[in-house]
């Protein structure tokens, strides 16, 4: 039970830690210039839908230089599973 508490309590200091991370490293130089690096990278993403009467999916898997990742599962009315994936060009 201490080993427990001792495990809990470090991993909070630690998340306490790198949450305050950013605030230490601010820079007070206000002649720094301004650089803002937007990342579109819902464009790049690919969804696909497998069906599938086991219900059984595979987390992920690649198919046509796309990498595939399971992201949810659905039952259907005639008793087929369909599994909802998203993936990435790699």
Same mark, same amino acid.
Request: glycine share 8%.
């Given at each position: 039970? %201490?080993? #427990?508490? #001792?495990?809990? +309590?470090? =991993?909070?200091?630690?998340?306490?830690?790198?949450? =305050?991370?950013?605030?230490?490293?601010? *820079?007070?130089?206000?002649?720094?210039? @301004?650089?803002?690096?937007? *990342?579109?990278?819902? =464009?790049?993403?690919?969804?696909?839908?497998?069906? /599938? *009467?086991? +219900?059984?999916?595979?987390?992920?898997?690649?198919?046509?230089?796309?990498?595939?990742?399971? %992201? /949810?599962?659905?039952?259907? *009315? @005639?008793?087929?599973?369909?599994?909802?994936?998203?993936?990435?060009?790699?």
């Amino acid at each position: 039970m %201490k080993l #427990v508490k #001792v495990l809990t +309590g470090s =991993a909070l200091s630690l998340a306490l830690l790198f949450s =305050a991370a950013p605030a230490f490293a601010t *820079s007070t130089n206000t002649n720094a210039e @301004d650089v803002r690096v937007t *990342s579109d990278v819902k =464009a790049q993403l690919y969804t696909r839908d497998v069906p /599938s *009467s086991t +219900g059984i999916f595979a987390n992920s898997f690649e198919d046509g230089g796309i990498k595939w990742y399971l %992201k /949810s599962i659905t039952r259907n *009315s @005639d008793g087929t599973w369909t599994g909802h994936y998203e993936g990435q060009r790699i």
